[in-house]
Structure formats: C-alpha cells, structure tokens
C-alpha cells in the first residue's frame, strides 16, 4: 500500500511522534487531537478496515492492539479517569484512511452521543 499514510509512518517515510512501536503495532500522537491524550494505535500490517480484518489477524493483532491501549493508557495516567477507545469502520462509519486504526482518548470528558 505505497499511498496509504499509515504505512508511510510505519516505513519512516513520514514523521510521527512514537510513543509505543513493537513488530505488530505502533502508536503514535494524532495530528489533530480531539482530547488532551490522543494517541492513533495501529498494526504495522496494512488491514484495510475491522471488516477486513482475518481469523489470523484476531488471533494475533488485535490481542496485541488492546494490549498496547491498555499499556497506554497507565503511562498516560488516564487509565482511573476514564477514556474512549474508537475504530471507525468504513465510509459510512467515519472512517478516513483506509488502514485499521483506534484512537485513544483520554484526559477530559467525553461525551454521549460522539455524533
């Protein structure tokens, strides 16, 4: 996936501040936060979208991916406050780059219903 900007961060080719990076995974800051703590966690592998995702993939990246949140999230000191975890899924979902992602959010409240 030579255009997908994901995969640029993952190869280098585009900056980004790394706060967790591991041989299935990367975290990093988003570049227009929506929380005081927003961080994009993502697998190094290109998986288009959760629906897209395979039984190998849920074997062995998203355990890895919820693993990395939850790691984050005590670094972070966000985890007794509270945070939001979101994966946008498709067009109609919010979805805006084509490549498995989760924002973390934490450090204010959030609020019911996102929109």
Known sequence: MSECIFCKIVKGEIPATILYEDD???AFKDIQPAAP???LVIPKKHIQSMAHVTEEDRQEILPQ???VIQ???VEL???EEGFRIVNNCG???GQTV???HFH???GRQMLWPPG
Do not use: A
């Open 37 to 39: 703590n927003h961080l």
């Open 24 to 26: 299935k995974v990367v």
């Open 65 to 67: 991916i919820f693993k």
């Open 71 to 73: 790691d984050l999230s």
């Open 98 to 100: 084509d490549h498995l």
């Open 91 to 93: 067009k109609q979902g």
């Open 104 to 106: 973390l959010l934490g």
């Open 77 to 79: 000191g966000i985890k």
